[in-house]
């Protein structure tokens, strides 16, 4: 069993930059894919970002592209998602998910384990 933890969420001004994080623990980090998702109030879960197990691989919604950056960091057993270049349209709640696959999906039914989430609000 996994459990994930999401972190650093806050409330930043348009064009500002925020850094998530994810710390998992029980299970062996480094066999999960790892996914960003979220989902603004009356809307639907979007994807984000995702990476592979051994980061080579990464993934990104077509809106955050170029913004958003995913990382991991196996030994610490922590996702990370670097947001530069805010937008009040990126104001939402952000979840981690994991998987254990070196494939990295984009679809959120496609991951075994969820966070709860944190909350970023991109003032205008």
């Known amino acids: 069993q996994v459990q994930l933890v999401e972190s650093g969420g806050g409330l930043v001004q348009a064009g500002g930059s925020l850094r998530l994080s994810c710390a998992a623990s029980?299970?062996?980090?480094?066999?999960?894919?790892m996914g960003w998702f979220r989902q603004a109030p009356g809307k639907e879960r979007d994807f984000v970002a995702s990476?592979?197990?051994?980061?080579?691989?990464?993934s990104y919604a077509n809106s955050v592209k170029g913004r958003f950056t995913i990382t991991r960091d196996n030994a610490k057993k922590t996702v990370y998602l670097q947001m530069n270049s805010l937008k009040p349209e990126d104001t939402a709640v952000y979840f981690c998910?994991?998987?254990?696959?070196?494939?990295?999906?984009?679809?959120?039914?496609?991951?075994?384990?969820r966070g709860q989430g944190t909350q970023v609000t991109v003032s205008s």
């Open positions: 998910a994991a998987v254990a696959s070196n494939y990295n999906p984009t679809a959120y039914s496609a991951y075994d384990y």
């Open positions: 029980g299970g062996t980090f480094s066999n999960y894919a």
């Open positions: 990476i592979s197990w051994s980061g080579g691989r990464t």
